[in-house]
């Protein structure tokens, strides 16, 4: 398992020790029943599963919003969202005095209850009378992994940069709701971060309509988020002075990292196998195996930090992490004389497919090495993706165009020499030109591009929509006159070394804007004209001592907390090991760094927040409205020309919940 960071410790500790361990300190050993709603599900089942909450005496869990048969002998932990529904089923559990749903009743809203609500609670008796707690616990997010966290707003870029932004009813509440369950991060480690934010400027005059309340996202959430954070303060919750630091952007920041094709173990399954049968929800690994009396069986992993494989393949190029699968098999291999003789050729010349069916050839073995084949199996549709979409041509002519080694003629010749690989990859392609070199889409080219790529008006509607996230994509008027809006240049990013462990691959040059905005602020760097502050911190960003952590101004609620193919990869993978370590928390290392992407949080970002952990030797947590793949980014994005109204105010078990980190869909209502 991956090594806990204070967020996924102390996120597990508020829910069950000092929720739940109230409660049965309260009830002396009683058994009692956990009752939630859809957010509240998603927000447990993120850290804990029906097991851990057994230990605080929970003997069911049922869902507020379903029939219930009345328990009058059990107690009722309620932990809910303060939605209407939510109070109104509270109160009608407690109606009638003669059959009240529980003996007592424990009330836990994730977040701050409306004056209306809490009046409606008052102004029911039989409720009053057996109400034995009344608490907000402010905590409303979900944990992907043990560094990255979402808000669980999947329609958040629809709404802040779609066509309809400015008459949109949801902009508004969407961003209450953000603010809301941003805020529940920093009092759960109850830090006061130094607030920046991504600078709007002046909009140009051939963007679409609306641009402004696009730019202004970040300024608007970052000072109501101020707001929030300083009723916290004054209610004694969080430190007087700046703990940390935070940084609030946008998914315009870097329009590249959601749709060029990653390299790595984990955001290679989640784009690859996205929309298959063989991965299901966010994190469900779906495959068949072989059982010992030769029949097929249906096999489900999840893919989440209770995998320690997956934990040490994730963040590694697909290549190393197929020559470590390989190195495990090895191993085996080594120890288990029985299994090479079976297998009846050298380890050097296995294939995925040949060491899956050694794996269904040892049933003795089967439960130990069941991770291992999952992971076998994702390899090995994973390199067949490689092989038949020419994805290794493909991802180093979107590399070379985004650091600007390539041209529209290479784009041209890739699509004429490749018209059977997938539509969304040809789109993906034309969308790292387009974001990359500015304003070169006329007429003319957009209907060349069509032709030669033989796409449909909708898939040039992605590349074009590109607009809406202030990419300026078509060519503009070169009269005279005053430009405003971000200064047009091409979008050239720093061509860095690659880390040591992926030094031997190709394909390893892409590196998200993420990375640069995090070193500059690590460093004191970051530009305050281009992330300002919604006020200026006691002191100077930069320096890892320059402000107190919350370890120095917070009690912590007095608990302590200590704080990837096989050798038969193709020729596509070698530049010329395996490498990488999985991620160690270090808590109380300094001034910790968030940074908080409005439109979404991408796999290639997740592991940069993780090694840059590693590598500035403090705590770098990242957050999202969800997290996206290039799927639901390419669907985002197609949708924003004629984006449908949109209020994402619940948490869902569909894509606002991003990954699995957590092992969410632990908690099942039936």
């Not at 005095?97 to 008796?125: D, N, T, W």
């Not at 009092?187 to 909009?203: H, K, V, Y």
Request: proline fraction near 4%; hydrophobic fraction near 40%.
């Amino acid at each position: 398992m991956a090594s806990p960071t204070l967020l996924s410790e102390l996120t597990k500790v508020r829910l069950l020790d000092e929720m739940l361990g109230s409660v049965r300190d309260q009830a002396g050993g009683a058994w009692c029943v956990l009752v939630m709603d859809a957010v509240t599900t998603k927000v447990l089942s993120n850290v804990a599963g029906v097991s851990d909450v057994m230990d605080y005496g929970v003997s069911l869990v049922e869902d507020i919003n379903k029939r219930r048969e009345p328990l009058p002998q059990l107690v009722g932990i309620y932990f809910i969202s303060p939605s209407d529904a939510a109070v109104r089923q509270l109160v009608r559990d407690f109606s009638l005095a003669s059959m009240p749903q529980y003996k007592a009743a424990h009330v836990f809203f994730s977040s701050r209850p409306s004056s209306q609500q809490l009046a409606a609670i008052r102004e029911c008796p039989h409720l009053v009378s057996r109400l034995r707690t009344l608490k907000e616990v402010n905590l409303e997010y979900l944990l992907v992994d043990s560094r990255t966290f979402v808000t669980a707003e999947a329609g958040a870029l629809r709404t802040f940069f779609g066509a309809a932004v400015d008459s949109s009813t949801s902009y508004r509440s969407e961003i209450e709701v953000m603010t809301a369950r941003l805020a529940t991060v920093f009092a759960t480690l109850r830090e006061m971060p130094a607030i920046r934010f991504r600078a709007a400027t002046p909009p140009g005059e051939e963007f679409p309509p609306g641009l402004e309340s696009r730019l202004l996202v970040a300024q608007r959430i970052a000072v109501e988020l101020n707001e929030r954070l300083a009723g916290l303060q004054r209610q004694g919750l969080l430190p007087e002075r700046e703990t940390c630091e935070l940084v609030l952007t946008d998914r315009g920041v870097d329009p590249v990292a959601p749709v060029i094709h990653e390299w790595t173990y984990e955001a290679m399954a989640h784009d690859l196998l996205a929309g298959t049968p063989c991965l299901q929800g966010d994190n469900v690994f779906v495959y068949e195996a072989e059982t010992q009396g030769g029949k097929q069986e249906r096999k489900e992993h999840i893919l989440d930090e209770r995998d320690s494989l997956f934990c040490e393949l994730r963040h590694k190029h697909f290549a190393a992490a197929s020559l470590r699968i390989s190195g495990l098999m090895d191993e085996f291999r080594s120890k288990n004389k029985m299994g090479v003789a079976k297998g009846g050729r050298g380890v050097g010349e296995l294939e995925l497919r040949s060491m899956a069916k050694l794996l269904q050839s040892l049933p003795q073995y089967r439960d130990q090495l069941s991770k291992l084949a999952a992971h076998v199996e994702i390899a090995s549709k994973l390199n067949s993706r490689i092989d038949s979409d020419a994805l290794a041509e493909l991802g180093k002519l979107e590399q070379d165009l985004v650091y600007g080694d390539a041209t529209s003629k290479e784009v041209i010749a890739f699509l004429t020499a490749h018209q059977a690989i997938p539509a969304a990859d040809k789109v993906r392609l034309l969308m790292c030109y387009s974001a990359t070199h500015l304003e070169k889409l006329d007429a003319t080219r957009e209907q060349q591009w069509q032709k030669v790529a033989r796409l449909t008006p909708e898939d040039m509607a992605c590349v074009t929509n590109l607009e809406y996230l202030g990419v300026p994509v078509r060519k503009r008027n070169k009269g005279g006159g005053i430009s405003f809006g971000r200064k047009r240049r091409r979008a050239v990013r720093k061509d860095r070394e690659p880390d040591e462990d992926d030094a031997a691959f190709a394909l390893t040059r892409f590196v998200p804007m993420l990375q640069e905005v995090l070193e500059d602020a690590a460093a004191g760097r970051l530009s305050t004209d281009e992330y300002p502050y919604v006020a200026t911190p006691a002191s100077p960003s930069g320096s890892r001592n320059s402000l107190p952590s919350s370890a120095d101004t917070t009690p912590k609620a007095g608990v302590g907390v200590s704080v990837r193919s096989v050798r038969t990869t193709g020729a596509w993978a070698k530049k010329g090991g395996t490498g990488g370590t999985p991620d160690k928390a270090d808590a109380g290392r300094g001034r910790r760094l968030f940074v908080f992407i409005v439109g979404g949080v991408t796999y290639s970002e997740m592991r940069t927040a993780h090694r840059l952990s590693t590598k500035l030797g403090r705590d770098v947590f990242l957050g999202g409205t969800s997290v996206v793949t290039p799927t639901r980014f390419l669907r985002d994005v197609t949708e924003l020309s004629s984006a449908p109204e949109h209020a994402a105010l619940e948490i869902d078990g569909g894509g606002g919940g991003g990954g699995g980190g957590g092992g969410g869909g632990f908690f099942r209502f039936s």
